[in-house]
């Protein structure tokens, strides 16, 4: 009896855990996923510039455009991975968000074998399409369980949109001008500014 005790208390505490303001410090975190939407979003734009000619589609400009903001990236995702070494881990809540994510991230290995070998097979770069929009729903469901965790609601409006930007994706298709412009903005407004504000939240806090 006294186990049975013991156990629902640890179970309660954990709840309690989830339910907490505090999850650590996730300031590596946001940050990183704020510097992602920034520089891919405006990628994203860029192609849909091209494709309306408003930036060379080919050239030094278009190699720019194509590898530049992964260039750009990965070491400011350095930089920011060592400036915050040192970082406590977040608490239960933190931990299970995170999950979420890393979750998704591994679905999207899986995406990319599957719809890539579809595409591929077929010759079809309009099945390659549907990849992104995926991507758009994982990152969507992810923000499903942080709002369902938190409570909050500009999480699930986050969750939202990255449901409303897919699903204008899976329309545009046949118009990839359009369909750039629906990636671009969506990851400028559901990745790079959600991530903005998280990386102000510690800011307004103080």
Request: glycine share 12%; hydrophobic share 55%; with cysteine.
């Amino acid at each position: 009896m006294n186990t049975d005790v013991r156990t629902a208390q640890e179970d309660l505490a954990f709840l309690r855990q989830l339910v907490e303001r505090g999850e650590g410090n996730a300031a590596g975190w946001t940050q990183c996923y704020f510097a992602a939407g920034l520089i891919y979003g405006a990628q994203m734009l860029m192609h849909a510039g091209q494709y309306f000619g408003l930036l060379p589609p080919a050239g030094v400009a278009a190699l720019a455009i194509g590898l530049g903001p992964t260039l750009v990236f990965i070491p400011v995702a350095t930089w920011i991975a060592w400036r915050h070494r040192a970082d406590r881990p977040p608490a239960a809540a933190g931990r299970a968000i995170s999950a979420a994510f890393g979750a998704i991230g591994a679905a999207n290995l899986a995406l990319i074998f599957v719809i890539g070998c579809s595409a591929f097979k077929h010759h079809s770069f309009a099945i390659w399409l549907i990849y992104p929009a995926c991507v758009f729903i994982l990152q969507g469901a992810a923000w499903m369980v942080a709002f369902a965790l938190r409570r909050r609601a500009w999480l699930g409006l986050v969750a939202a949109g990255w449901f409303a930007f897919a699903i204008g994706m899976g329309l545009t298709t046949d118009r990839i001008g359009l369909y750039l412009l629906f990636c671009g903005l969506g990851i400028w407004s559901c990745m790079a500014l959600p991530g903005w504000l998280m990386t102000r939240a510690p800011a307004r806090a103080a």
